[in-house]
Nanobody, 123 residues
Framework: QVQLVESGGGLVQAGGSLRLSCAAS????????MGWFRQAPGKERDLVAA????????FYGESVKGRFTISRDNAKNTVYLAMNSLKPEDTAVYYC????????????????WGQGTQVTVSS
């Protein structure tokens, strides 16, 4: 069982930056691939970024490549999402998720979810 708690969301102007954190409980954090998803009102939940267990392999959604960076600290049981050059279209609830499975793109692949944190980017 893994419990995930996100923090770091808020209101920021376009072009600004935020860093989200996701703290995980349990001693098996390093066994999971971690992902950040986002969901805007009326839209599907989409993968923003994911990072494999060791941190050596990352994946990004096309819309955030070059602007967002995912990282993890297995000693602190925490995964981060650094978001730069934010745009109004980045506005959404951001969720942290964990999976022990190989496929990492779809929400259905993830076994554990946080409660989400709101990110709002004003124009």
């Amino acid at each position: 069982q893994v419990q995930l708690v996100e923090s770091g969301g808020g209101l920021v102007q376009a072009g600004g930056s935020l860093r989200l954190s996701c703290a995980a409980s349990g001693r098996t954090f390093s066994s999971y691939t971690m992902g950040w998803f986002r969901q805007a009102p009326g839209k599907e939940r989409d993968l923003v970024a994911a990072i494999r267990r060791s941190g050596g392999s990352t994946f990004y959604g096309e819309s955030v490549k070059g602007r967002f960076t995912i990282s993890r600290d297995n000693a602190k049981n925490t995964v981060y999402l650094a978001m730069n050059s934010l745009k109004p279209e980045d506005t959404a609830v951001y969720y942290c998720a964990a999976t022990s499975r190989y496929l990492i793109v779809t929400p259905e692949s993830y076994e554990y979810w946080g409660q989400g944190t709101q990110v709002t980017v004003s124009s």
